[in-house]
């Protein structure tokens, strides 16, 4: 997923590397008590680095939903984008897109584990503006690492616009994705191709230099769980970026 925040940094302001680390509690149990036995907090770091051939967009999330806090899920996200030369889409430059994600979790009490299947993808990526906002949007195939490997396709879409002098951030992260669904029916084996979506949203409000306050809002169909149900994970919490 795009990294909300970090890539309009660049273009917003002088481009310079931005790291932003964030509090946030998860009030999923209150959204979906029937599969989220409660609430938790989590832990986030986001980073952009310009480089002078592109930009590298790392995210890491952490969440603390284990006994007595502890860490239950790991999640980690890499993308990397490298600029095509004088290529143009509509007069803005268009860039390879290089992504990668997976991670590992813990449930009862850390008595079972599972992976998140590490996922790859490749595309091309373009940068825009609309209305005073910042728009980054990719195209890409992506390979899952799963019991039965694929190439699916996946399109991103991210948009934020500063407010009251860069005091206000409202941002927007939209993907959606192709992915096998396997399941063992009383006729066997049943395989199938869902689509995934995920919409992050986030409002930060800026308190003090270098901190926020806001909520980031997920909503999935297919992701979480593969149910067909749309999901709403609402969550509130401090930015702080240096």
Known sequence: M?????????????????MSLYGLYD?????????????FPVIEMKGFFPLSFGSFLFKEEI????????????????????????????????????GYSGGLGLFH??????????AYSAGLEYGFRVAGAYCDAYVAV??????????????????GRYFFGYRLLIANS?????????????????SRRVTSWELESEVWYKVAQNVSIGTYIRTTRNVY????????YPSFGVRYSF
Request: hydrophobic share 35%.
């Open 109 to 118: 009490g850390a008595a079972g584990g599972y992976s998140i299947q590490n």
């Open 63 to 98: 969440d603390l939903d284990g006994t007595s806090g502890n860490q239950s899920e790991v999640y980690s996200e890499l993308d990397q984008s490298v600029k095509l030369g004088h290529a143009t889409l509509w007069g803005s430059p268009l860039s390879l897109h290089l």
């Open 27 to 39: 009030l999923r149990h209150q959204a979906d008590p029937a599969d989220n036995p409660r609430d």
């Open 225 to 232: 769980a593969m149910s067909g149900r749309w999901l709403v």
């Open 142 to 159: 992506r390979n899952t690492n799963g019991a039965r490997p694929g190439y699916d396709p996946t399109i991103s879409l991210w948009a």
């Open 2 to 18: 795009l990294l909300s925040g970090l890539a309009l940094s660049c273009t917003a302001t002088v481009c310079r590397a931005d």
């Open 174 to 190: 939209l993907e959606a994705w192709t992915i096998s669904d396997d399941r063992v029916t009383g006729t066997g084996l049943r």
